[in-house]
């Protein structure tokens, strides 16, 4: 079972950045697809980022590309989003996922959730 902890979430206001981190309990971290999802009040949880453990390649809803960085710190089982110039629609509960498999901007491709981190960006 591997436990994830969000963290890095404020208010913020737009054209600021932040940067969310997402701790892993799993001790082989590494061998896990790790992707960034979000849910506005409302709306349906969406992809926003993913890195792949086998490459590193990193993969970006067009909404945030451009503006969002995904990383991963294997020493550390910890994955991050940094994000500038963030935006008032970027305002939503954001959770990091963890699978064994390819990275897939497929929510159900996840088998392990975090409990998400408040992202709330002000106009």
């Known amino acids: 079972q591997v436990q994830l902890v969000e963290s890095g979430g404020g208010l913020v206001q737009a054209g600021g950045s932040l940067r969310l981190s997402c701790a892993a309990s799993?001790?082989?971290?590494?061998?896990?697809?790790m992707g960034w999802f979000r849910q506005a009040p409302g709306k349906e949880r969406e992809f926003v980022a993913v890195?792949?453990?086998?490459?590193?390649?990193?993969y970006y809803a067009n909404s945030v590309k451009g503006r969002f960085t995904i990383s991963r710190d294997n020493a550390k089982n910890t994955v991050y989003l940094q994000m500038n110039n963030l935006k008032p629609e970027d305002t939503a509960l954001y959770y990091c996922?963890?699978?064994?498999?390819?990275?897939?901007?497929?929510?159900?491709?996840?088998?392990?959730w975090g409990q998400g981190t408040q992202v709330t960006v002000s106009s």
């Open positions: 890195i792949s453990w086998r490459t590193g390649g990193t």
């Open positions: 799993e001790r082989t971290f590494s061998v896990y697809t």
């Open positions: 996922a963890a699978d064994r498999g390819p990275p897939s901007q497929k929510r159900d491709d996840y088998d392990y």
